[in-house]
T-cell receptor
Framework: RKEVEQDPGPFNVPEGATVAFNCTYS??????FFWYRQDCRKEPKLLMS?????NEDGRFTAQLNRASQYISLLIRDSKLSDSATYLC?????????????WGAGTKLIIKP | NAGVMQNPRHLVRRRGQEARLRCSPM?????VYWYRQLPEEGLKFMVY????????ESGMPKERFSAEFPKEGPSILRIQQVVRGDSAAYFC???????????FGSGTRLTVV
């Protein structure tokens, strides 16, 4: 089992729709969680950190479920510019030198 | 604040040559990470360094690859005797501490011909 798993997609979604992805992680000691966005042939950029209480930033909402070991990202009112690959990232903590473990990404395509 | 600077953006090397990739972290960041991304694949961790120290090199190939982060100057990822399979995007990231999110540079795209 991979340490961080994501559905690779692609998710083909009409503009204006709501879309959600999940990401599961295997290490119960994981301490911090992030969603990054990567556009084609560009560097990953931090989209948002994921807090235990859940957090929202405009059209984006992130949730953490420690019991089931997954995090989620919800995008409301999707825009064409949301088309990208969304990377789930987990920080294992001191036991692994705080190494970030990266999912392979979920590809999202927003269609007009 | 200039962000993470990587150079060159594109590097072409013939098989057997050496490739040197440079990364200057964000101001105030002392933690540097190198990642490799093959076409259509996810990021693969290579090495984590702090000033003058290699903290974790568990993702580095055992041969031909080395990394350093000297007291002065940028971090360097060095690939000796490159082969076609080394062709990839190499991203550097930096962070102010070990637990937070990273800021990435724009990457160096290495092509081995």
């Amino acid at each position: 089992r991979k340490e961080v798993e994501q559905d690779p997609g692609p998710f083909n979604v009409p503009e204006g729709a709501t879309v959600a992805f999940n990401c599961t992680y295997s290490n119960s000691a994981s301490q911090s969680f992030f969603w990054y966005r990567q556009d084609c042939r560009k560097e990953p950029k931090l989209l948002m950190s994921v807090y235990s209480s859940g957090n929202e930033d405009g059209r984006f909402t992130a949730q953490l479920n420690r019991a089931s070991q997954y995090i989620s990202l919800l995008i409301r009112d999707s825009k064409l510019s949301d088309s990208a690959t969304y990377l789930c990232v987990v920080n294992i903590g001191p036991g692994s030198n705080y190494q970030l473990i990266w999912g392979a990404g979920t590809k999202l395509i927003i269609k007009p | 604040n200039a962000g993470v600077m990587q150079n060159p953006r594109h590097l072409v090397r013939r098989r057997g040559q050496e490739a040197r990739l440079r990364c200057s972290p964000m101001k105030g960041h002392s933690h540097v990470y190198w990642y490799r991304q093959l076409p259509e694949e996810g990021l693969k961790f290579m090495v984590y360094l702090q000033k003058e120290n290699i903290i974790d090199e568990s993702g580095m190939p055992k041969e031909r690859f080395s990394a350093e982060f000297p007291k002065e100057g940028p971090s360097i990822l060095r690939i000796q005797q490159v082969v076609r399979g080394d062709s990839a995007a190499y991203f550097c990231a930096s962070s102010p501490d070990r637990a937070g999110g990273y800021t990435f540079g724009s990457g160096t795209r290495l092509t081995v011909v």
